[in-house]
Structure formats: structure tokens, C-alpha cells
């Protein structure tokens, strides 16, 4: 069988639920702005997810510190149509420079003004405002769900607005934010039950230090790396700059695994466990699958991470049917 990155994907997939997080953001793009901003307010503060201010250094957020300071100095109504224009993409000054930030600027930007909303200082969700049935069903379904998948849809739609770059041809600016870790990982290969595999157990390492160089360099020329609900990512180049804007400071939690070697000499496995982000540091933990394929000479070919649709899913460690 020849390793091709759609082989790659389709490694295990017989053998996990669909996540409902795509069909979840589909219900929430066509609720009204109104009902999306204060769905997201409720969500914040009502699911009991909270953000660990320490994770976030000062430093990090100079470079929005003026825009920021702008939307302070606003009125009440100009603030609200700020929030309103990035909701709908629209094309305004502010929503065009947001969608020039990073991920992490955006969330950081975002975080800033439920602060200053909580403060009284920025315009706050309308107090008593009554979301819509739909909006009231979502909010329902979303108080459901476990915590790493709520605080990935906040990121997805925090990620998703502002006016479109793909029409604005904006290029994201190389922010690189400093996370402090909420407690120190130790620089050590971790124990994985049922998973032995000198290049596996690297890549966590290294991950779990920021070692983006080392982590890479153990993937293949023209090996792949597919985020959560995202295209793959091809090639050291383009992979070591998503690690950079994206991992730092994770905390990876690998549990157990299985390992299935093809005829070709080529690997492939499958590994659940728990990871955290800065933000959330200890506050919430993810339910996460890594689909590792290795090609013959031991390299990562391919990595599929996926956000698990239950805690359940960690322990769906059956081998795959291997077509040959
Ligand atoms: C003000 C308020 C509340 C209301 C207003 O109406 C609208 C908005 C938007 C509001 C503000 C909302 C805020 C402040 C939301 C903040 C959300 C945050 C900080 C979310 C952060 C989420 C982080 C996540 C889900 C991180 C996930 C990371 C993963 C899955 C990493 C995976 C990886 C692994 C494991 C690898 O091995 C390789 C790298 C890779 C990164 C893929």
C-alpha cells in the first residue's frame, strides 16, 4: 500500500464518533449577531471555564494595546458596533486589523474587552436580553458538552470573525505570544501503556518543551500534520510555523496507545489522552486522539489530531482493518 496523506486520514476513522462541534458552529452562524454575541457572553461565564490570567504575559499584548485603547475610549454605541462588525465580518478599520492577529491575539483581544465588560468600562451584553429559541436550544446543547469541546468553539468562531482575509488578502502578522505553563511539564519521554516508539515518544517530549526544531525534525520532507477540523499541513517549513503560533505551552498528556506495523514497513497508531492549553492551564483538559503514520524509514509521515466527541473515545483503541 503506497502512504499517501489521504491514506494517512483515513487511519482509524472507522473507529471514532463524529465530533458535533462542526455541525454545532453551522447552527451558530445563523443566529442573529445579537443572539451570537450574547450566546458567546453566556457561554463564557456560564459554563464555569475559566481563563488562567497568568498563562497571558503583559508583554503579549502590546501590539493591540492601541487599538484596544481606542475601543475603551469609545462611546457605548460605537463599541457595540465594533463587536457587531466583527460578528458579521464586516469591513470596517478595526475588523480588517483583526483579521490581520494571530489566533492567540484574537483570543487575547477578546479576553481583554470581557474584562473591561465585566469592569463596566467597555459596552457589556445587554443585561436580561432573551436569546432567541434557537439561540436558548444552542446554549442548551453547548452546556452539554464537555469543556475542551466548549472552549474550542470559542475559539473557532474568536478565530472566524473579523473581515474575511481571504478578501482582504491580508497576511496574519508573526506575533508570537509567551505563555507561562500553569505547572512545569518535566523534560522527559513519557510513559505510554501499550505505545513503545522511540519517534513518538520524542515528538511529546519535545512538544511538551517548546521544542518545536526537535519536534519537527522528526517528521519526513513532505510529512503532514492535521490539526483539529483543519486541512493538513505540509512540509518542515509550514509546520514549524504553525507550531510556533499555535503550541506554544501546550501540555500534552498521552495515556495509551496501539501500534500496527504494514507489510511496507510502515507504522501506523493511535494514542488517547488529555492536553491542555495556556489559557485554560489546569482548568480544563481535552480529550484528544494523535493518528500517528510512520513511513518505513521511521519517520511522522502523518499526525491527525482529533478533539474526541466523548471521554468514552479515550479507550477506542481498536486496531484498524488494514486494506492491502
Ligand atoms: C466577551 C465575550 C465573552 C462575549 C462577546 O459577546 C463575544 C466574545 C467573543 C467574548 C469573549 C470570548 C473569549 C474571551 C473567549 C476565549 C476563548 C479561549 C481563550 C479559547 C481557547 C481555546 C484553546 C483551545 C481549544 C486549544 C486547543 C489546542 C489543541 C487541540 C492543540 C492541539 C495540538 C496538538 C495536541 C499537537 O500535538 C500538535 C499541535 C496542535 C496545536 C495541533
Given at each position: 500500500m503506497v502512504l499517501t496523506i489521504e491514506s494517512a486520514q483515513a487511519m482509524f476513522s472507522g473507529n471514532s464518533s463524529p465530533s458535533p462541534i462542526p455541525a454545532i458552529l453551522d447552527q451558530f452562524n445563523r443566529l442573529s449577531t445579537e443572539d451570537q454575541l450574547a450566546l458567546l457572553w453566556?457561554?463564557?461565564?456560564?459554563t464555569g471555564q475559566s481563563i488562567t490570567p497568568a498563562a497571558l504575559s503583559a508583554s503579549s499584548m502590546f501590539l493591540i494595546e492601541d487599538l484596544l485603547d481606542r475601543i475603551k475610549r469609545m462611546s457605548g454605541p460605537e463599541q457595540t458596533q465594533v463587536m457587531f462588525d466583527l460578528v458579521r465580518r464586516a469591513d470596517s478599520p478595526v475588523s480588517r486589523s483583526y483579521s490581520s492577529y494571530s489566533a492567540n491575539t484574537k483570543l487575547g483581544f477578546w479576553y481583554q474587552l470581557a474584562q473591561w465588560m465585566a469592569d463596566g468600562l467597555v459596552a457589556p451584553i445587554q443585561y436580561g436580553y432573551q436569546l432567541s429559541s434557537q439561540g436558548q436550544e444552542l446554549f442548551e446543547t453547548l452546556k452539554q458538552l464537555d469543556g475542551g469541546q466548549q472552549i474550542q468553539i470559542l475559539r473557532d468562531i474568536v478565530v472566524n470573525m473579523g473581515y474575511d482575509p481571504a478578501v482582504s488578502k491580508v497576511t496574519p502578522e508573526p506575533v508570537e505570544f509567551e505563555f507561562?505553563?500553569?505547572?512545569?511539564?518535566?523534560?522527559?519521554?513519557?510513559h505510554i501503556e501499550g505505545i513503545k516508539e522511540p519517534v513518538v515518544l520524542s515528538y511529546f517530549e519535545a512538544m511538551n518543551t517548546d521544542n518545536f526544531a526537535a519536534a519537527v525534525a522528526l517528521f519526513a520532507p513532505d510529512g503532514a500534520l492535521q490539526p483539529p477540523f483543519r486541512a493538513p499541513i505540509v512540509g518542515h517549513g509550514a509546520i514549524a510555523?504553525?507550531?510556533?503560533e499555535e503550541a506554544k505551552g501546550l501540555t500534552l498528556m498521552p495515556q495509551q496507545g496501539i501500534s500496527q506495523l504494514l507489510g511496507d514497513g510502515s507504522?501506523?497508531?493511535?494514542?488517547?489522552?488529555k492536553v491542555q492549553t495556556p489559557w485554560f492551564g489546569v482548568n480544563v483538559a481535552m480529550n484528544i486522539a494523535?493518528?500517528?503514520?510512520?513511513n518505513p524509514e521511521g519517520k511522522i509521515?502523518?499526525?491527525?489530531?482529533?478533539?474526541?466527541?466523548?471521554?468514552?473515545e479515550l479507550l477506542n483503541l481498536r486496531p484498524d482493518k488494514i486494506a492491502r
Open positions: 453566556y457561554a463564557y461565564t456560564e507561562i505553563r500553569a505547572e512545569p511539564v518535566a523534560a522527559a519521554k513519557p510555523a504553525y507550531m510556533r507504522k501506523q497508531l493511535k494514542i488517547t489522552g494523535w493518528r500517528f503514520a510512520l509521515f502523518y499526525v491527525g489530531i482529533d478533539l474526541l466527541a466523548s471521554p468514552e
